[in-house]
């Protein structure tokens, strides 16, 4: 199976993706999994968070899954083996994971900071819609959720009937939020991502939890 990690950041938040990137690259060595980085932006009227959906659509004929990975997290070195929870759910085109439990609306929220996608016919007419239909880009209620808040108007309109092609993962099984939740969880989650901090602090605990983790995994 070929798979590709891939992410993308700007000189914005290059502090801490450039940490958060060596950590994926220890991650995606140790599994034998393909590993980009862009700072290459598509779009000129959009917020780089969508930039992920031109990436995918880049490398998507090239592998048989793509999985994204926000710049603000990173997977932890003793995470299971990706392809686990890929061959768990096999038959669908994209794997998703669930946002924060208790702010979910009717059919439940996705949080885009991880996601997998198969490489089929159907993800790629599913991709190119989500990224470049301008109608649900300016319709869109939530558009400072970005491309989240658009593809959560497509699950709730069931556009292209994607409801038939995904699969949602629990919270913590492929990401989870903040640290102290390590505590109350039994597993592993695949990734630690920086989601939710507070304006006030969030580039201080991004660029801090990054390097500890970064320290710890490395050799002195």
């Not at 919270?171 to 505590?183: A, G, I, M, N, S």
Request: glycine letters at 2%.
């Amino acid at each position: 199976m070929k798979i590709l990690v891939c992410t993308f950041y700007d000189d914005a938040i290059a502090e801490y993706g450039n940490l958060t990137s060596k950590i994926n690259e220890k991650y995606c060595a140790k599994h034998q999994l393909d590993y980009v980085v862009s700072h290459t932006p598509t779009y000129k009227n959009r917020h780089p968070a969508w930039e992920n959906l031109p990436l995918i659509i880049k490398y998507i004929e090239k592998y048989d899954y793509i999985v994204w990975i926000d710049a603000d997290a990173f997977f932890y070195i003793d995470s299971p083996h990706i392809e686990d929870i890929i061959r768990l759910h096999s038959s669908t085109d994209f794997i998703f994971s669930r946002d924060l439990p208790n702010k979910e609306p009717p059919l439940g929220e996705i949080n885009t900071g991880i996601f997998i996608v198969k490489n089929t016919d159907y993800s790629k007419e599913f991709l190119k819609t989500w990224a470049y239909d301008e109608n649900l880009f300016q319709q869109c209620k939530m558009k400072y959720r970005w491309d989240q808040g658009v593809l959560n108007d497509m699950i709730r309109g069931n556009i292209l009937n994607i409801r038939e092609h995904m699969i949602v993962c629990e919270y913590t099984v492929l990401q989870h939020f903040f640290r102290e939740e390590l505590d109350n969880i039994t597993h592993i989650p695949y990734i630690y991502h920086m989601a939710g901090r507070r304006a006030c602090n969030k580039e201080y605990e991004r660029i801090e939890h990054s390097q500890e983790y970064y320290a710890k995994i490395s050799p002195n």
